[in-house]
């Protein structure tokens, strides 16, 4: 090497550096640094320049702002509306050249990309792009399942189901293209309230004008009276059960479809259903798919990981809430379509919770509330079949998405159902999943209800005692049942659980003193009161309890001083409630910390 050349290599050795300096910079998003930098170094501007063309061409977390930028700008043929292409006021404006296609809009983004209406320029259609953010958030196992389900998700033909076009990747951005849908989600669609009666919808055109309540046919006869489940679904019109009914039904012919080609969807909601200018619906979104052969199950390679969570928390079947994915097939679809339909009937979500964690933990555990008791309105045959379709127990629901959909042409028809009524065993233990609280207290009322006529009937307890202890299980049954009722109000549901929980010390104090000396294992209800509540998943809640305990434990031995001795043994009981309270409330809060990744 010459002397010339040391030069040289230090001038290339110093750029190299600050060019580190900038990049390194830019992953922080300093823009002071990167200014400096570009300040003291005006040669850097070089090479600064083609770093942001190739950082706008590969997505980042907010690739939707910014993705237009990065393709060049181009006039649109205004020669396509004559070839039957229709614009929009906003395609006329400058789209950006994407490879064969010009993007013209942005319709939605989400989490994983983004979606543009987008004129397909070889065949002159109009398409929908979506670009997936992989470049940078994605392994590469991670785009080849991407593309082995949207290539499957491809092969699909069905008037139910957005049609995928073309897979690939332009400069390095993965996409694909599908069919355009102009119309709404059916989440907005269910924004406007729940569903109701069509007497009701004839009621309001009957009121309306002549020209609202009539449209012409093709044929040029008139619409008038048609039945409203036929009508065009518009947004802010709540939808009738007829219409509720015909769109699960659809979308269940659909499921259906995509189960017979080993297709398990594992993420169907409103958001993920579109309804085109027709009223039809349309499923889309595989991004969550399961792919697998025709009759086998997914191998290890297709599948996440055992014990991971996927879905949408609202909208998961138990089996997917829990991660048992192996667990996870048409059945999940079927309890997914279950909710859509509860939601629909009512209004409300079956198993929202307080956060994330609360959902999973409901959508495991409880059953939801009877759809009647939101909507009196409902007819007695569309709620059998949503809480057929909601059963915790995968083999208690429909057999098929297809059967799923017989039933609900049943309901059409006004034939009577599959889902007829369940016995007085399955009614009872939906009871006590949908109000665990009151069903355990009035369990235990029960049970000591039993425990006390035994001893009167053996002589340990006179009437008098026996009369007492009963008047007190009575009150705290009907109590129990009032603080179960105000669960149902979001305005008085956190309060009267607080109260709940503390009656519940009161009434067991109150038990533990007019009770024969000694107390002895009976004084192991305080830690179980403790214990209890934690399953709410609040950690004030856990400690409110622990300090009710101590307080009521006080109580008792203040009114029985006989248990206070010997003195040391108090002192241990306080020391492990202290113990116990202190543990659960670290455990609650360390799985709200968890939950937490869970949130959108």
């Known amino acids: 090497m010459t002397d010339r050349d040391e030069p040289l290599d230090d001038l290339e050795s110093q750029l190299v550096d600050v060019l580190d300096q900038y990049v390194s910079a830019v992953h922080r998003n300093d823009v002071p ?26 997505p980042d977390v907010e690739f939707a702002a910014t993705l237009l930028q990065a393709f060049p700008e181009m006039p649109l043929d205004n020669e396509a509306a ?34 543009f209406r987008a004129r397909q320029t070889d065949l002159n259609r109009i ?27 491809g092969r699909l033909s069905h008037p139910n189901i957005v049609g995928i076009h073309e897979v690939g990747d332009v400069h390095g951005q993965h996409f694909f293209s ?58 802010g019109e709540r939808l009738t059960f007829e219409q509720t009914a015909r769109i699960i039904r659809d979308v269940a012919r659909a499921a259906g479809y995509l189960h017979d080609h080993g297709i398990v969807h594992r993420d169907l909601k409103p958001s993920n259903i579109l309804i085109d200018e027709a009223g039809q619906p349309r499923v889309t979104d595989f991004g969550l798919a399961r792919v697998t052969q025709q009759g086998e199950r997914s191998s ?18 138990p089996e997917q809430a829990a991660g048992r994915l192996d667990e996870v097939g048409p059945a999940s679809d079927i309890y997914s379509l279950g909710v859509i339909l509860y939601e629909a009937l009512t209004g409300q979500l079956p198993n929202k919770g307080a956060n994330v964690m609360e959902t999973l933990v409901r959508v495991m555990e409880s059953d939801p509330e009877v759809p009647r008791y939101l909507n009196r309105d409902i007819p007695r045959e569309l709620e059998s079949i949503c809480l057929r379709c909601l059963d915790k127990d995968p083999a208690l629901r429909y057999e098929s998405a297809d059967a799923l959909a017989d039933d609900l042409d049943r309901f059409l028809k006004g034939d009577p159902v599959a889902a007829g009524p369940r016995g007085i065993y399955h009614r009872l233990r939906r009871w006590m999943r949908r109000e665990p609280a009151l069903a355990s207290r009035w369990s235990a009322i ?36 009032m603080f179960q009722k105000l669960q149902r109000s979001e305005q008085l549901a956190t309060v009267s659980r607080f109260i709940w929980l503390a ?13 024969a000396p000694p107390a002895g294992p009976l004084l192991v209800v305080y830690p179980l009161l403790i214990a209890a509540s934690g399953l709410f998943i609040q950690e004030s809640l856990v400690l409110f309890m622990t ?5 009521s434990y006080a109580l008792f031995l203040y009114m029985r001083p006989i248990e206070a001795d010997p003195w040391h043994y108090p002192m241990i009981f306080s020391a492990i409630l202290v113990v116990i309270g202190v543990v659960i409330s670290h455990q609650v809060n360390r799985i709200r910390l968890l939950s937490r990744h869970f949130d959108t």
């Open 33 to 58: 640094q990167q200014n400096a930098l570009l300040a003291a170094n005006p040669g850097l501007k070089d090479f600064v320049e083609p770093l942001g063309t190739l950082d706008r061409m590969t």
């Open 82 to 115: 004559a070839d039957g292409v229709s614009e929009s006021p906003t395609e006329k404006m400058a789209a950006r050249q994407f490879g064969r296609f010009e993007l013209l809009e942005e319709l939605g983004r989400g989490g994983m990309g983004v979606v």
């Open 127 to 153: 398409v929908a792009i979506k670009m997936i953010l992989v470049n940078r958030l994605a392994s590469q196992d991670h785009i080849r399942r991407f593309y082995q389900e949207a290539q499957a998700a």
């Open 178 to 235: 599908m069919d355009c849908i102009d119309g709404v989600d059916l989440k907005e669609v269910l924004a406007a309230g729940p569903a109701h009666s069509t007497l009701e919808v004839r009621s309001s055109l009957t009121s309306a004008s002549p020209t609202s309540d009539s449209e012409t046919a093709p044929d040029g006869s008139s619409t008038a009276g048609t039945s409203s489940s036929t009508r065009r679904i518009r947004p």
């Open 300 to 317: 290890n390679d297709d599948r996440t990981d055992s014990g991971t969570v996927i879905g949408t928390p609202n909208y998961m079947s």
């Open 446 to 481: 029960v049970c000591g209800a039993a425990i006390l006529e035994v001893s009167y009937l053996a002589g340990d307890l006179t009437y008098g005692t026996r009369d007492m202890f009963f008047q007190l299980l009575a009150f705290w049954a009907v109590t129990a049942f």
């Open 503 to 515: 009656s519940d010390a009161i009434f067991i104090t109150k038990m533990l003193v007019l009770s």
């Open 547 to 551: 300090s009710v305990s101590l307080i």
